[in-house]
Antibody, heavy 121, light 108 residues
Framework: EVQLLESGGGLVQPGGSLRLSCAAS????????MSWVRQAPGKGLEWVSG????????SYADSATGRFTISRDNSKSTLYLQMNSLRAEDTAVFYC??????????????WGQGTLVTVSS | EIVMTQSPATLSVSPGERATLSCRAS??????LAWYQQKPGQAPRLVIY???TRASGIPARFSGSGSGTEFTLTISSLQSEDFAVYYC??????????FGQGTRLEIK
């Protein structure tokens, strides 16, 4: 059974940093691209960043470029999102999501339950 | 960036009736279009991919159609568990992957 378990969310002050993790199980992690998708309270879904199965290729939304860094440790089957210079508008539930190819982007066939990031003083 | 526009924002339908949700892309996304269902407090769930292929475990009352810029999700006979928010997503041109703003399907 595929499972994605996010952690690392919490309350952080504007300008602060946070590192999210997503522990994956039930599939060969290195074979699939992964993404982070966020959802602000009461709002829709926004793709934030993605990474290829090997980790050699990464992409970011404009809102994340220069502030967020996606990475993965295939030996630990874990996806990360390092978030710096956080702003109030980054407040959201962050979901880890699994693609269906090792490279490029596709539909997301599995999602974690999400971790809430709140940016507030 | 490809902009995805969903309509209507809210759709009120009675159980047992048919629901038709629309999604339009600002430029062609071929058939690289997915639909997700999201219930309150839950993660999104993949319903349709490739514009018309049902995801694993999705009942046959869900169907998707369209290609290029116009897409439709149809639920043939609404069950109580189908009332939720539905999002379309394109994965043809990236980055970024983009989602529509969602259609809330509510009980009439």
């Amino acid at each position: 059974e595929v499972q994605l378990l996010e952690s690392g969310g919490g309350l952080v002050q504007p300008g602060g940093s946070l590192r999210l993790s997503c522990a994956a199980s039930g599939f060969t992690f290195s074979n699939y691209a992964m993404s982070w998708v966020r959802q602000a309270p009461g709002k829709g879904l926004e793709w934030v960043s993605g990474i290829s199965g090997s980790g050699g290729s990464t992409s970011y939304a404009d809102s994340a470029t220069g502030r967020f860094t996606i990475s993965r440790d295939n030996s630990k089957s874990t996806l990360y999102l390092q978030m710096n210079s956080l702003r109030a508008e980054d407040t959201a539930v962050f979901y880890c999501s699994k693609g269906v190819h090792s490279y490029g982007y596709s539909q997301f066939d599995y999602w974690g339950q999400g971790t809430l990031v709140t940016v507030s003083s | 960036e490809i902009v995805m526009t969903q309509s209507p924002a809210t759709l009120s339908v009675s159980p047992g009736e048919r629901a038709t949700l629309s999604c339009r892309a600002s430029q062609s996304v071929s058939s690289n279009l997915a639909w997700y269902q999201q219930k309150p407090g839950q993660a999104p769930r993949l319903v349709i991919y490739g514009a018309s292929t049902r995801a694993s475990g999705i009942p046959a009352r869900f169907s998707g159609s369209g290609s290029g810029t116009e897409f439709t999700l149809t639920i043939s006979s609404l069950q109580s568990e189908d009332f939720a928010v539905y999002y379309c997503q394109q994965y043809n041109n990236w980055p970024p992957i983009t989602f529509g703003q969602g259609t809330r399907l509510e009980i009439k």
